[in-house]
C-alpha cells in the first residue's frame, strides 16, 4: 500500500468509527487535496464532514481548535508546511495553551496534517523542514512517519489523541509504498521503531531521512560497518529510552535530518544523550544535517541543501573512525 | 423596547451591579497586591454581556476577550471562582494557571478569555461549525473589540462563518480605544458594522451602554442564527471608565469624551428603565446588598483559598 | 476609452501576444522537463498586467503573485532572462534560486512574485510607505488574487494603506477560482471590490479581459495615489485558460465557462479594438513575428546558459 | 544608564543619523510603548518616522518588510514575542527568505524588536521565550543583549545590518542599570562577550539569564568553584569560538535558559561542542532550562517554571563533581 492510501485508510476508518472525526482543508473534497490523500471522502462522508476552505489558514486552524474543543475531532489539512505559519498563533497560542491555561479542564482533540521537505523544486516557500518549530512548544505533539504502515497507526492514533497534534508528511514519500497489515491497529505515540539493528553505531533519523538512512547503512554494511538505525516516528513525545539504549550499546551517535543544522531536532537528541550517556559516547556526536539556506529552486543546487545519502555514510563512517582512535 | 418586563430588567440590573462591584472590588485587591498581572475592567461596559446573556440560552456557548471579567459573570460563572482565578488560587476556575486574561469553564460553556485580541474568534466560528456538524439547537456569542478588526483573523472567522452560515453572533465591544489609539486611527469607516456587508451579512450598530438595548439586538441575529441562516454582526458602541488596564490612568481619554459617556453609564440608563417601569427603590437596594455580600464573600473565598502547590505542578509538567 | 490611440493599442497588444508566446513556449519547456516545480501560467489573464502597467511610469513599483510572468514581462523583465529563471539558470533574475513563484528584479522595480498567496500584499504597503516619508511621486501596484481576499494579510493590508493614504493601488485578479474551488464558495458577497467600503477606499468591478478598460479604470486610483489621497481597489474579473498550474488539467472547470471567456480571449478583444481603430493585418502580423523571435531567443538564450555552481552555492551558504 | 535608556538612545541617534530609520508599532508614538522604549521619539521626529499601528501584526511587519526592501530601515516593535506569531509568515517566508531568492540583489534592512520572558504573572500568551523559533530560520539574525551597553550597541548595529534581525529584549531587563559609554559605539552582532572568567566550568548565557548566571557564579565562587560566563549577546550569528576555546579550558558545559529545554538555543550549543569539543569534555552537557510547560499564571508556579538562580548554582555543581569523578 502506498504511503498516502495507508493515510486516507487511517481517515476513512477513524470517520466510520466516530462520527466527530471530520476533515477541513483546501481542496480536499471533491479534488481529494494536493497529494490526494482525502480522494474519496467526499463522496463516503459528504460535505458536513469533509470541508473545502477559503485560503484562511489561521482561520481554519483556529476553527479546527474550537471544533475541538467544543467536542469535535477535526483533522486539519495544510497543503504545504510552509503556510502554517500563517496560523502558527493559532497553534502556539490558542491550540497549545488551552489544555494548561483551562486548568485541564479543556481539551483541544484537534490534528494538523501537514507536508514538508525538499525535492520537486518548489524553492523556498513550499521546502521547509520546520518541525523544529512545532517540537519546541509545550502542549504539542508532533509526528513524523516515514512508512505507509506507521503512517495509518500513527494517525490512527493521532486522531484519537485528546492533545492536538502536528502531524507531518513528507512530499517524496506519499507515492512510497510498504507493508501494512490488515487487520485493525494502532501505533502509539511516543515509540521509537528500530529500523535496522547495528552495533557499532546509532543512526537516528525521522521522516523521508529514514529511507535515505536504510540505504546509507546498506552502503556502510558493505563497509564492515554495522548501523543501527532508529526511526524516531514520534518527535514528541520522543521515545528517548530507546535512543539512550542503542547509544549505551554503540557508544556512537549519527543523526541525519533534513531541516537545517542549526537549532533542528537533532541538536536536541545530540544534547539529551551528551547530557544522559556520556559516559558511553567513544566519539563526538556528529549531525548531518540541510545547510543554513533558503531552499534553492534549481535542482542541483536544492539537492546540495540537503544531505543525500553520501553525506550520511561519510558522517556515520566520520565517528566510526574517530571513535576507535579514541575509543578503543 | 416596550415588550421588556420589569423582572428581566431587574435581573440584568442585578448582574451590571454584579459586575461592576466585582471590578471594583477586585481592583481593590489589586491594589493591596492580591492580584498580579494584567487585569483589564469591563468597567462601563456591562450593558453589553448583560443585555447580549440576557438573550441567549444556558447551553449557547460564548468565547470572551482580555477584557472578559464581565462576559464570564454574566454568561454565568461564580463570583467566587473567578476572583479564586484572579488570586491565583488553585480554587479558580483554572487553578490559578489562566488568570484574568484566560477564564474558562465548560461548566457555563465560556470557551474563554484570551490574552491575544481577537483569539477566540476562529475558536468560536469552530465551536459554531461543531453545533452545525450535530444539528444542535446552540448559538455561540464571540466577543471581540474594536482594536480586533484590524487583525487577520476576525476578518478570516468572519468570512469562514459567512459562507457556511455558522451559527455564531459577533458582537464587537467598539469601546472607542485600543489602549490609547482612537479607533478612527485604525479604520477609515464610520460603523464597523459596516464590514459586515463586505461578507454577505447582517451588521448593526447600537447603543451598548443600554443592556434593554443590546438585548434587543440580539433578538433577530438570534433567530438567524438559530434557523441556519448564518452570522451576524453586532456593533456595541461603549466607552471605558478609565485606563486600559488597572495601571494605566488612561490620562489620553478626553475629559469630556469620559464624563459624557459616564453620564450614560449601564447602572444609570437601567435605573431609569426600572423607574419608567414602575419598580421602586426598594427593591433595587436589595439587590445591591445581596451583590455587595456576594463579592464581599467571593473576596473571602479567594482570601481564605490555597495557592497551587508546586510540587503537583511539577509533577504534571514532568508527564506532559 | 475613445482617448485610448491607435499607439497605445499596438503597445498593448504587442505585450500581450509576448506574454501569450512566453507562456505557450515555457509550458512546451516544462513538458520536455526543461522547467520543473510549479507553474502558473497567465493564460486568459493578460489584459490585466498589460492595462494596468501600460497605466503606471517605469519608476512605478508591483508587487505581483503566484501567477506572475505577466506581471513580470509587462512591467519590462526580459524575457531571456525570465526563461532563464523558470530554467533555474544562473543568467536568470534570481540566478536560479527563487524560480517561478519568486521572479524579481530591482532594474525593473518589480518586488517579486510570491509563493504565498497574499504574500506581497504587505509588502506592497510597505513599499508605499516608503515612497511616502521620501515624497516620492511614486506608486505601488499591487497584483493579487480572488484566493488571497479570504487571507488576513489581504484584510490588514488594505486596512493600513487606507489608513494611512498610502499610494498603493490593489488590483484584484478575480479568475473566479482558486485551484478548484470557485470564489462564490468562499465569499458571500456579488463583487469582491465591495469589501473596499469596510476600508473607507474606492473600489471598482471592471472587465479584466479587456486591457484597455483596465488601463482606463487605473486612471483616477492613479491620480489619488499619486495626489496622496490613498489607495484604491480594482477588481479585475478574468479566467484562466486552463488548470491552476501545468499539471492541473482543470477538469472542474465547466467547458461552456470556459468556452465563454475563450471567446472573450484578451488578444481577440485587443484584436478587435485595433481593427475598430483602423490598424490594418500587417501591422499585427509584423508584431506576432517580432515576438515569435524574441520568445524563441528566449529559450535559446535559457538553455545555453549555464546552471548555478554548486560549489559558489555552497561557499556563500557557508558564509551566511 | 537603564536598559530602555539605553534602547532609546540607540533609536534615537541613528533616527538623527539616518533619516531612513523609522519606527513603527503600537502605541508607540505618544504613549512611548508599552516599556517606554520610545518615549519622546514622536516629538523628535514626529508621525511620518513613529508610527502607531493598528493590531495587525502581521500587516505592519510585512509592511516593515516592504519598506526594507524598498530603501528605508524600519524599527517595528512587538509588544510581546507572543504575538509576533501572528506575523510568522511575514518573519519566515517574507523578510528572511528575501534576499536568498531575489539571487541575493534585495537586501531587507528590517529590525523587528520585540521582547519575551517570565516574570510579571502574565501567564501563557504574555511570557514565553521563544527565539528558538527565529534562530532555526535561515535569513535572520537573533540579538538578546542583557546589559544596558550591549542593548545600545547592538541595536545601533542592528539597524545598520542589512539583512533582517529579530532583537528580543526582556521584560524584567528595562529597569536594569549599567554603564553605557559616553561616546557613539557599536557592538558587533556575532562576539559573545565573557562576563566573568573562570576556570573550573564554562556557563553559557543570554538575555535575562546572563544576570542569574552571574548571581550563580557569585555564589559558587563561595564554594570555590570558578565559573566563566559566557554571555552570548548574539545568537545568530553566534560566537561558537568563545564558546568552544572557554569549553576547552574548562572541560565543564552548562547552559542556563529560560525557554523550555526541549529543543531550545541550548540544546543547539550543547550539539556544537559535542561535536566539535568532545575530546576536551570532562563531563556531560548539563542544560538549565525552563519546564516543558505554557507558563502559568500563579506567581509561584511562574517562579518554578523557569530556571532560578538555585538551580543554576545545582546544574554547575552537578558537572564539577560528576567531572571530578569521570575526569580526574
Ligand atoms: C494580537 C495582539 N496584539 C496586541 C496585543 C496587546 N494588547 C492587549 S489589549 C490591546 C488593546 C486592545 O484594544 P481593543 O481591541 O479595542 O480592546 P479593548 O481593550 O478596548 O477592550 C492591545 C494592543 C494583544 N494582546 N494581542
Ligand atoms: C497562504 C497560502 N495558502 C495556500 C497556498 C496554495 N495555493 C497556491 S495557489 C492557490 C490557489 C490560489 O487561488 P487564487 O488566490 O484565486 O489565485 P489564482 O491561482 O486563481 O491566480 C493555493 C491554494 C498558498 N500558496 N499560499
Ligand atoms: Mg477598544
Ligand atoms: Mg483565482
Known amino acids: ?328 | 423596547m416596550s415588550e421588556i418586563g420589569a423582572d428581566l430588567l431587574l435581573s440584568m440590573y442585578e448582574m451590571t451591579e454584579t459586575i461592576r462591584r466585582f471590578e471594583q472590588q477586585a481592583i481593590a485587591q489589586y491594589r493591596l497586591g492580591n492580584i498580579r498581572g494584567y487585569f483589564h475592567p469591563y468597567l462601563g461596559e456591562e450593558a453589553i454581556a448583560v443585555g447580549a446573556m440576557a438573550a441567549i440560552e444556558p447551553d449557547d456557548y460564548i468565547v470572551s476577550t482580555h477584557r472578559g471579567h464581565g462576559h464570564a459573570l454574566a454568561k454565568g460563572h461564580e463570583p467566587r471562582r473567578m476572583m479564586a482565578e484572579l488570586f491565583g488560587k488553585e480554587s479558580g476556575y483554572c487553578r490559578g494557571r489562566g488568570g484574568s486574561m484566560h477564564v474558562a469553564s465548560r461548566s457555563v460553556r465560556n470557551l474563554g478569555a484570551n490574552g491575544i485580541v481577537g483569539g477566540g474568534l476562529a475558536i468560536a466560528a469552530g465551536a459554531a461549525l461543531a453545533i452545525k456538524q450535530r444539528e444542535g439547537p446552540e448559538v455561540v456569542v464571540a466577543f471581540c473589540s474594536d482594536g480586533s478588526s484590524a487583525n487577520g483573523i476576525w476578518h478570516e472567522s468572519m468570512n469562514l462563518a459567512a459562507i457556511w452560515d455558522l451559527p455564531v453572533i459577533f458582537v464587537l465591544e467598539n469601546n472607542q480605544y485600543a489602549v490609547s489609539t482612537p479607533i478612527r486611527d485604525s479604520a477609515r469607516v464610520e460603523h464597523l458594522s459596516q464590514r459586515a456587508a463586505g461578507y454577505g451579512m447582517p451588521g448593526v450598530t447600537v447603543d451598548g451602554n443600554d443592556a434593554a438595548i443590546v438585548y434587543g439586538a440580539m433578538q433577530e441575529p438570534l433567530r438567524r442564527a438559530r434557523a441556519g441562516e448564518g452570522p451576524s454582526l453586532v456593533e456595541c458602541l461603549t466607552y471605558r471608565h478609565g485606563g486600559h488596564h488597572v495601571n494605566d490612568p488612561g490620562l489620553y481619554l478626553p475629559p469630556e469624551e469620559l464624563q459624557r459617556w459616564k453620564a450614560h453609564d449601564p447602572l444609570i440608563v437601567l435605573r431609569a428603565r426600572l423607574a419608567r417601569a414602575g419598580v421602586d427603590e426598594a427593591a433595587i437596594t436589595l439587590i445591591d446588598e445581596r451583590v455587595e455580600r456576594l463579592i464581599d464573600e467571593a473576596v473571602e473565598f479567594a482570601t481564605a483559598s490555597p495557592n497551587p502547590s508546586v510540587e503537583d505542578f511539577l509533577a504534571e509538567v514532568a508527564t506532559l
Not at chain 1, 134 to 145: E, S
Not at chain 1, 254 to 261: D, L, R, W, Y
Not at chain 1, 264 to 280: K, L, N, P, Q, T
Not at chain 1, 289 to 299: C, E, K, R, V, Y
Open chain 1, 1 to 328: 500500500m502506498k504511503y498516502r492510501e495507508a493515510l486516507r485508510a487511517a481517515l476513512q476508518e477513524e470517520m466510520e468509527r466516530d462520527a466527530t472525526v471530520f476533515c477541513v482543508g483546501e481542496g480536499i473534497g471533491e479534488r481529494g487535496g494536493s497529494y490526494k490523500v482525502t480522494e474519496g471522502l467526499l463522496a463516503q462522508f459528504g460535505p458536513g464532514r469533509v470541508i473545502d476552505t477559503p485560503l484562511s489558514e489561521a482561520g481554519f486552524v483556529g476553527l479546527g481548535a474550537g471544533a475541538a474543543i467544543a467536542g469535535q475531532r477535526p483533522v486539519v489539512e495544510i497543503l504545504f508546511i510552509d503556510f502554517l505559519l500563517q496560523a502558527m498563533d493559532q497553534v502556539v497560542n490558542q491550540a497549545a495553551k488551552y489544555r494548561f491555561m483551562s486548568g485541564g479542564e479543556g481539551r483541544v482533540p484537534l490534528v494538523v496534517r501537514t507536508q514538508g521537505g525538499t525535492g520537486n523544486s518548489l524553492a523556498g516557500q513550499h521546502s521547509q523542514s520546520l518541525e523544529a518549530l512545532y517540537y519546541h512548544v509545550p502542549g504539542l505533539k508532533v509526528v513524523m512517519p516515514a512508512t505507509p504502515r506507521d503512517a495509518k497507526g500513527l494517525l490512527k492514533s493521532a486522531i484519537r489523541d485528546d492533545d492536538p497534534v502536528i502531524f507531518i508528511e513528507h512530499k517524496l514519500l506519499y507515492m512510497t509504498d510498504g507493508e501494512v497489515p490488515a487487520e485493525d491497529y494502532l501505533i502509539p505515540l511516543g515509540q521509537a521503531d528500530i529500523k535496522r539493528s547495528g552495533s557499532d553505531v546509532t543512526l537516528v533519523a525521522w521522516s523521508h531521512m529514514v529511507v535515505k538512512s536504510l540505504q546509507a547503512a546498506e552502503l556502510l554494511a558493505a563497509e564492515g560497518i554495522s548501523t543501527e538505525v532508529i526511526d524516531l516516528r514520534t518527535l514528541v513525545p520522543m521515545d528517548v529510552d530507546c535512543v539512550l539504549d542503542s547509544v549505551r550499546r554503540t557508544g556512537r551517535l549519527v543523526i541525519a535530518q533534513e531541516a537545517i543544522k542549526r537549532g533542528g531536532v537533532g541538536s536536541d537528541v545530540a544534547a539529551i544523550v551528551a547530557e544522559r550517556a556520556f559516559d558511553h559516547l567513544r566519539a563526538p556526536i556528529v549531525r548531518v544535517a540541510g545547510w543554513n539556506t533558503t531552499i534553492p529552486f534549481n535542482l542541483g543546487l536544492e539537492k546540495a541543501s540537503v544531505p543525500q545519502v553520501d553525506d550520511i555514510v561519510a558522517g556515520v563512517r566520520s565517528v566510526v573512525q574517530s571513535g576507535a582512535a579514541a575509543g578503543t
